[in-house]
């Protein structure tokens, strides 16, 4: 059946004048992540064995909770025990920092097929962008693991056994360039002003290279608010994939964002507001346009706020990429109009307009380029945290 243009954008018009749902206004030390991934099935190999992630907090804390996830699991999964430390280097933990976490009083626990489970709070004081490490012990061989395929981090591989209690980080020979099971850290007890959530792709997931040296654009914009007083820091959720898309998906690159909104985004604590920075993928992939891509934009946009949050829609940069046609063009110039005109986005982040060549509006400033004409280099990245106006990220 064709889909006539103007009678389906008369439809997300109609969409638009939806309003956000009421909120109620969070107390300063309310839970709210401080850190989260977006996660896609692995298949890596962790029988008995303990993996210990490196992940970076993006706001303050005073107590955490950890969030694994069997999500993409076929079986049950059995953790047998958990900690979290700070980090000290590599899969060393600082001393006397290492917390053993439990769940309902219990070290260990079952989580079911497709399941994820937080844990109960343990007392650690987190600072913003501190550095961290996550304990997973696992009992039994998973036939299929839940990960994040390309992190900002590594995690590391222990010997056999449960060696979760462990400050030693020789007790993990392994590099593992995963993280696995855990999704999220919600931080409480602290000042903070909630949590902002990203969808996006690998533009968004990028700035881990070389690994730890977190040089994306979410992580720049982490560094700007951990300036702030310490009531107007936001927990950062990225929920980025690399090679993801919005209406569709391939191997590797995780499910679709409409598939995957719920879990990424909206079942985060303390997410107020979400930034949608996705849609290349679709257009430079298999060749869609406009209509179904703005449609697709637009419900990201309207599920969000009827589940009470903000919503900011971020334009898609310039490419010069080889086989990124003129129609290509025309889908990519379709969606970031719609963007910058619906009413379905609270504010617009126009990364379109930072990034471009002044000379050349269809390309990325030569400065912003990485090389590949679509991925922004490292100054790129900085640009483009400098053109997020914090105020928009407040209720």
Do not use: C
Request: glycine residues 10%; hydrophobic residues 45%; positive net charge.
């Amino acid at each position: 059946m064709r889909l006539d243009r103007r009678a389906a954008l008369a439809g997300l018009a109609g969409l638009a004048a939806t309003p956000a749902l009421a909120q109620t206004r969070r107390g300063s030390s309310e839970p709210t992540t401080i850190w989260a991934t977006a996660t896609d099935r692995l298949d890596y190999p962790v029988a008995d064995r303990t993996i210990r992630l490196a992940i970076r907090a993006t706001a303050d804390a005073g107590r955490v909770r950890v969030r694994l996830s069997n999500a993409f699991g076929t079986d049950p999964l059995v953790v047998a025990s958990l900690h979290i430390g700070l980090r000290a280097v590599g899969a060393n933990v600082q001393r006397r920092s290492n917390r053993r976490v439990t769940f309902n009083g219990s070290g260990g626990i079952v989580i079911p097929a497709g399941a994820s489970v937080i844990s109960d709070s343990v007392a650690l004081p987190v600072a913003a962008n501190a550095d961290l490490l996550v304990s997973v012990a696992i009992s039994g061989s998973p036939a299929t693991t839940t990960g994040h395929l390309r992190p900002k981090d590594n995690s590391y591989l222990s010997a056999p056994g449960d060696h979760g209690a462990v400050e030693d980080g020789s007790a993990f020979p392994t590099t593992v360039p995963h993280w696995l099971f855990a999704d999220a850290l919600i931080g409480e007890g602290a000042p903070n002003a909630g949590s902002v959530a990203i969808i996006g792709d690998s533009i968004t997931d990028s700035g881990g290279n070389p690994r730890g040296s977190y040089q994306g654009w979410v992580d720049h914009l982490a560094r700007r608010l951990a300036r702030l007083p310490a009531a107007r820091r936001l927990g950062l959720v990225n929920a980025g994939i690399s090679g993801n898309r919005i209406a569709a998906q391939r191997p590797g690159a995780g499910i679709n964002a409409l598939a995957r909104l719920d879990r990424d985004v909206l079942s985060h604590a303390g997410v107020h507001t979400l930034i949608v920075f996705e849609g290349i993928n679709d257009i430079y992939g298999t060749p869609i346009t406009a209509v179904p891509l703005i449609q697709a934009h637009a419900q990201l946009a309207l599920r969000a706020r009827m589940a009470g949050l903000r919503v900011i829609g971020a334009t898609l940069l310039p490419t010069r990429r080889q086989r990124f046609t003129a129609e290509r063009e025309s889908v990519r110039a379709a969606l970031n109009g719609f963007i910058r005109s619906s009413s379905l986005y609270d504010y617009v982040i126009d990364f379109d307009r930072a990034g471009r060549d002044p000379a050349d509006p269809l390309a990325l400033a030569t400065a912003y380029d990485s090389g590949d004409k679509l991925h922004p280099s490292a100054e790129g990245y900085r640009a483009m945290a400098a053109a997020v106006p914090l105020r928009i990220l407040y209720r």
